[in-house]
């Protein structure tokens, strides 16, 4: 079971604090929705629990800050996907996919069985081993931004963070990726996801992190963190709301 | 995936280039003499040609064959560029840039190790101007940037010294250098690379890894645990140290860093690792074969290596990224 703190995170990047004293505790088996407006500091908050980017303040991953962890030992407990993952040669998917056992191989060894098995349940759970012999660079962008899920899968972490894994995908992808990422935290998992779209957020998400400029604007439960108030403060926009229990969010209109 | 023919045909040609390169040359030695020769008997001329003339001109087209066809490798995953080769980041240059200013100013002619020593500091010396430049950062586009600068700095100090260059015949001889050779080259010569390339191959032999996890990105690398800081450095030393004693020994020869890679990447499973050690016994087959067809095609001059390879590699090159129209 991991656990992920932070403890007043704060994240400068060109002389500008686009993360401002970020205080949470997450724990093991959540899914877990980043929201807030674009700029509103989502990937730079990722990418300092991540241990990516230079950021003040701690980051506790089981109690440990990973600011004294061997970016190894950060690899094996954390898988990051980072916005728009590029792909600079044409990896077979399997080849890309096993990308994601690098942090477990021992020096001078290659994959083994147990690797090969972590990547064929990676391939499986989402939804690309038919995939498994093409090239990556030829695939359609639903089933490239689900190999790339399958990458981040294969590292078998604790803790999952994937930044917009579904910007691009159609409906019916989406909800696949949410239903994969909710399994994934079933299993045991803290994913923590960047999100744009308010009612997946709403409807599949245990819990929420709201930022608006940089700082946590509403965090706890999706019913609790997106209400009316939150949304006109952080978003500028109305909402409607559906009956207690059916987690339905549509967005309406900007009102300011 | 990597064809299993590709490491034994891989192995047949270094072991015929080898073989060849010790019995070609201008003075014709049938084999049975050539073997008593090899083995402690027979004329001690042909002995003397064999292995002080032979043995070292084989050696060296071997190894610095296969230090630039590892390079290009390295360079072309790091950079995630397919344009990449050795003299990207200027290293080529600086240490031709050295071998010149000993040359220039006649120190080659004072101590024949001068030349070498002042190519690998010429190397070494662009690389701490890249890291300046570049300063930590882990941008691709800025190290080829700020190679470029280096390697085009360099240049302009080489046709400095062609254009200050007191005679004809002293410019004559830098550029006769420039355009890379193996001829005459003795076991001092083997002495002062045979160590500078194994570093580099050394240093190299670690990155395949992380080259790997860097077709994903900086970010994603780092997240898969690779330290980005410390391949920088493992690279750069690597190409300073290994090419710089190259082309300190050799002059420049393109080309072979650059196709090599490209030759080779088809049939593996295009993984920047897969590519690493299978280009660098490639480059060692090129470079041989091209010293065999340099001694053999009869002109009044020998030819120079490096105009072999850049005649015999772009025609391939052409070729080969017709049939696979695409870059990489």
């Known amino acids: 079971m991991v656990a992920l703190a932070a403890e007043h995170v704060g994240v400068r990047l060109g002389g500008r604090d686009v993360v401002r004293d970020v205080s949470m505790r997450l724990s093991a088996g959540t899914l877990v929705g980043v929201l807030g407006p674009n700029g509103a500091g989502k990937s730079s908050l990722m990418k300092a629990l991540a241990g990516l980017l230079p950021h003040s303040g701690r980051v506790l991953l089981d109690g440990v800050d990973v600011a004294g962890l061997a970016r190894s030992e950060t690899a094996r407990k954390l898988a990051y996907l980072p916005q728009g993952q590029t792909l600079h040669w044409p990896l077979a998917v399997e080849r890309l996919v096993g990308l994601g056992r690098l942090p477990h191989l021992a020096p001078l060894s290659a994959i083994g069985p147990a690797d090969r098995a972590a990547i064929e349940r990676a391939l499986q759970r989402a939804d690309v081993a038919h995939l498994a012999g093409r090239a990556a660079t030829e695939l359609s962008g639903g089933e490239r931004a689900r190999v790339m899920l399958a990458r981040a899968l294969a590292v078998e972490a604790p803790a999952l963070l994937v930044d917009e894994p579904l910007a691009n995908l159609d409906p019916a992808h989406q909800i696949a990726g949410m239903e994969l990422l909710r399994a994934e935290a079933d299993a045991g998992v803290l994913v923590l996801a960047a999100l744009h779209d308010l009612p997946l957020a709403y409807r599949h998400c245990d819990h929420i992190l709201l930022l608006h400029e940089g700082q946590l604007a509403a965090e706890g439960p999706a019913e609790t963190a997106l209400t009316p108030e939150t949304l006109a403060r952080v978003y500028g926009i109305s909402a409607s709301f559906g009956s207690p229990g059916e987690r339905l969010l549509i967005p309406r209109e900007r009102i300011r | ?328």
Request: with cysteine; net charge positive.
């Open chain 2, 1 to 328: 995936m990597t064809p299993r023919w590709l490491w034994p045909l891989l192995l047949f040609l270094f072991l015929a280039a080898a073989l060849l390169s010790m019995g070609v040359g201008s003075a014709a030695i049938p084999l049975p003499r050539l073997l008593s020769a090899a083995f402690g008997n027979g004329d001690p001329v042909e002995r003397a040609i064999l292995l002080e003339l032979r043995l070292p001109r084989t050696i060296l087209a071997l190894a610095v064959g296969a230090i630039l066809g590892l390079s290009g490798a390295v360079l072309q995953g790091w950079l995630r560029n397919p344009l990449a080769d050795p003299s990207v980041l200027g290293t080529s240059n600086g240490a031709a840039l050295g071998a010149v200013a000993a040359l220039y100013f006649g120190l080659a002619a004072a101590h024949p190790a001068l030349l070498p020593v002042l190519g690998i500091a010429g190397a070494v010396i662009s690389l701490l101007l890249l890291l300046a430049l570049t300063r930590g950062s882990e941008s691709p586009l800025i190290f080829i940037l700020a190679g470029i600068a280096v390697g085009t700095l360099a240049g302009a100090g080489i046709s400095l010294a062609l254009n200050l260059s007191p005679n004809p015949f002293a410019a004559m001889e830098i550029t006769t250098w420039l355009l890379g050779s193996l001829e005459d080259r003795s076991f001092r010569h083997v002495l002062l690379a045979l160590p500078c390339i194994a570093i580099g191959l050394l240093l190299f032999a670690g990155t395949g890894r992380a080259l790997d996890a860097l077709s994903l990105g900086e970010e994603s690398a780092a997240s898969l645990g690779i330290d980005l800081g410390r391949v920088r450095m493992r690279i750069l030393l690597g190409l300073a140290i290994g090419v710089g004693g190259a082309v300190s020994v050799t002059g420049a020869i393109g080309f072979v860093g650059l196709i090599v890679p490209h030759l080779i990447r088809p049939y593996t499973d295009r993984s920047p690792s897969a590519v690493l050690w299978p280009s660098a016994a490639g480059g060692a087959v090129l470079l041989a074969f091209a010293d065999i067809a340099v001694r053999l095609v009869p002109t009044s001059n020998e030819l120079k290596l490096g105009v072999v390879t850049a005649f015999l590699g772009v025609p391939v090159f052409l070729a080969h990224l017709l049939k696979e129209r695409r870059i990489w």
